[in-house]
C-alpha cells in the first residue's frame, strides 16, 4: 500500500458490521389487515450464516452501494438493486434524515445469506448498514432508536438488528427475546430461483379466500419455547410450524422433493424457511447437519446446501 493510500484511508473513515440470516421457527399467520400486511406471531432464530456491510464516509453527500459475493455465497449478485430501492441504502438514508447527517457514505455489501431466500438476507443489510452508520456517522442512536428506524424499513429488519431468538408479533417487528439454551444445527437446502415475499402472502390470502380456515388470533406454540429452553432440539423438530409453507409449496412445487429428501435423511424436523423457497432442516448435531448436508447434495434437489447454527448475534460493528 502507497504512502497515499495510507493516508486515504486513515481520512475515510470506515465502519465494517455485520448481521446474521434467520430462520422462522414458528410462523402463524392471520388475516391480512387493511393496510396488506399479516398479524403474525412467529419464532425467529438467527443463523451464523453473514451478510457484512462495510461503510466508508463520503466527503460530499451522495450514497453509493458495491456488492460483492461473501465466500459459499450461492446466486446471481444480478438481482441486487444498487440504488435507492436498496435496503440498505433506505437504512443509510433514514438514519440521516432522522439525525441531520449531511455527510455521505459508500456501502460495501458482502453477500453471504441467499438472495430472495426467506432468511431476510435484505433486512440483515439493512440492520449492517444502521449500526455500521450509527458509528461512521456519530449519531448517537440507542439500539432502542435504531429499532424504530428498523420498524420503518421492513418487518424483518428489527430482527435482523436484535439477533439470537426472539418472538415476533405485529408484522413480526414486535420482538420479546426467547430463552434458548445451547445451539441447534440446521441444513439449508438453497434455490437460485428466489419467491417473492408479497407473492407468497398472496397465494396465502388466496387459499383464505378458497376456504382454508384460519385461527382469529395467531399465536406462539407453546412447546416450541418449552422446547427452545430445554435445548432440545428432537422437541423443536416435530413442533416446527410454517404457515406460510403451504403456500410457498403451490409457487414452486419442486421444494416438495427437498422435504421429503430432508425427512428420508432422518432431520429432526423440516420447515420451509419464511416465505421460502430455502428450506431448513433440523439436525441432532453438527455432525448428523454433515451427514444430511451429503444426502441432500447427492439427490441434487437443491441447488446449493450449506450448514449453519443458531442462535447468532443480531447486527454488530465488526472491531478492527
Ligand atoms: O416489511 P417487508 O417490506 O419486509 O414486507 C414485504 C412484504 O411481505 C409486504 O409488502 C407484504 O406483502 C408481506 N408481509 C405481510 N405481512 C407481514 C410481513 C410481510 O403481508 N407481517
Known sequence: MTAEAVADGLARRTVTARASAKVNLHLA?????????????????????????????????????????AAGFSGSLADVPLDATNLAWRAAEALRERYGIADGVDLEISKGVPIAGGMAGGSADA????????????????????????????????FALLGHTAVGTGRGDVLSPAMAHGSFHWVFALQHEGLSTPA??????????????????PAVDEEVMAALM?????????????????????????????IDECERADALGVIVSGSGPTVA??????????EIAALLRSSGTADAVVCASGPATGAVVLER
Open 29 to 69: 399467520v392471520g388475516r391480512a389487515r387493511e393496510d396488506g400486511y399479516h398479524p403474525l406471531a412467529t419464532v425467529f432464530q438467527a443463523v451464523d450464516m453473514y451478510e457484512t456491510v462495510t461503510a466508508t464516509v463520503r466527503d460530499d453527500s451522495q450514497i453509493t452501494l458495491a456488492v460483492t459475493a
Open 127 to 158: 440492520a449492517a448498514a444502521l449500526v455500521a452508520c450509527n458509528r461512521l456517522w456519530e449519531c448517537g442512536a440507542t439500539r432502542d432508536e435504531l429499532a424504530d428506524v428498523a420498524a420503518e424499513l421492513g418487518a424483518d429488519v428489527p
Open 200 to 217: 407468497v402472502f398472496a397465494r396465502f390470502d388466496q387459499a383464505v379466500a378458497e376456504g382454508v380456515r384460519l385461527v382469529p388470533q
Open 230 to 258: 430445554a435445548g432440545d432440539p428432537f422437541r423443536l423438530g416435530t413442533a416446527l410450524r410454517n404457515d406460510l409453507e403451504a403456500s410457498a409449496l403451490a409457487l414452486m412445487p419442486k421444494l416438495k422433493r427437498v
Open 281 to 290: 432442516a433440523l439436525a441432532a448435531s453438527r455432525i448428523h447437519a454433515q
